[in-house]
């Protein structure tokens, strides 16, 4: 049975009655002075709100279409859009019984841990002196944390690149297209350039390593610099790791061979194709 028709549909709802009464009322000027400043509302709002606005007292019907087309928004996410207009979604203020999380109260439950059935060890405590660079009150601490993003690019083991990177004039941000990649680079640098990156933490003398870094970043203290190289020479395991490889291949002169015919016996063919791209890494 086809479903009975709604006595409103058309144009006879209570917003379009309002409308023409507001429209019998107007004089001919006024009509003209209000359409021409509609007319430059809706110009605007295409320009700057590419989704319409919600007015919450409108006809449910409509308010419907509305949330319907904001569906997957955050796909297209635009930080022009006060996406608070379109409906308050409330704190996250419901915790999860099993894991502490906070999530919001229309989340699907068990999306932190499954119900339970995730968990993760808890977080270790950092080794001095990172210790008390994180959670200290001296001076030195205060300085650590409201430069701690020159302290971690003195530290930065990979360079960050993708695919394209467009930068807008005086922008602080860019947008990226493509894929994103970091790069390792070589433990060592050729023979007439610098250290660079995860390079610097094989110089071997340790004033060195000190003043590459510093002269990589600015606002920091050498002091500081010189307390976290030791800890990560000490306590990181990637930086150990390095060692022993550079320790076994002290040169670049190898050769690796693929030999993308020869499978081991018993495994599939398939999980020992030859290579489609072009650059490829090994880590020893
Ligand atoms: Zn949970």
């Known amino acids: 049975m086809p479903p009975a028709r709604r006595a409103n549909i058309g144009r006879r709802t209570r917003n ?3 409308v023409a009464l507001l429209r019998r009322s107007q004089t001919a000027d006024e009509r003209a002075q209000a359409n021409a400043s509609q007319r430059e509302r809706n110009a605007r709002n295409r320009f700057v709100n590419p989704v319409p606005v919600l007015n919450l007292a409108r006809p449910s019907r409509i308010r419907r279409a509305v ?3 904001m569906m997957r928004a955050a796909f297209n996410y635009n930080s022009q859009i006060d996406y608070s207009m379109y409906g308050y979604i409330g704190m996250m203020d419901a915790i999860c019984p099993h894991c502490d999380a906070a999530n919001f109260r229309g989340e699907t439950p068990g999306m932190c841990c499954a119900n339970g059935k995730v968990r993760l060890p808890a977080l270790e405590t950092p080794p001095e002196p990172l210790y008390s660079f994180i ?3 001296s001076q030195a601490s205060k300085h650590f944390l409201s430069h701690i993003q020159q302290y ?5 083991m990979t360079s960050f690149g993708a695919t394209k990177i ?3 004039n005086f922008m602080p ?8 990649y970091h790069q390792a680079g070589s433990l060592l640098p050729y023979p007439d350039a610098d250290h660079q990156f995860l390079q610097i933490y094989f110089i071997g003398d340790e004033n060195r390593e000190l003043d590459q870094r510093c002269a990589i970043v600015s606002n920091t203290r050498r002091e500081i610099i010189r307390e ?3 800890f990560f020479h000490q306590h990181n395991a990637l930086v150990q790791l390095f060692k022993i490889a550079l320790d076994r291949m002290p040169t670049d002169n190898r ?3 693929i030999r993308a015919d020869r499978t081991p016996f018993g495994e599939h063919a398939r999980r020992f194709n030859a290579f489609k791209v072009k650059h490829f890494t090994f880590v020893v």
Do not use: M, P, Y
Request: proline fraction near 0%; charged fraction near 25%.
């Open 16 to 18: 379009a009655n309002d």
């Open 67 to 69: 949330l319907a087309e």
């Open 135 to 137: 959670f200290g009150t």
């Open 152 to 156: 971690n690019s003195a530290f930065q």
């Open 166 to 168: 467009i930068r807008d």
């Open 173 to 180: 941000t860019f947008k990226i297209q493509g894929q994103i």
């Open 228 to 230: 976290l190289q030791r």
């Open 255 to 257: 050769k690796i061979v």
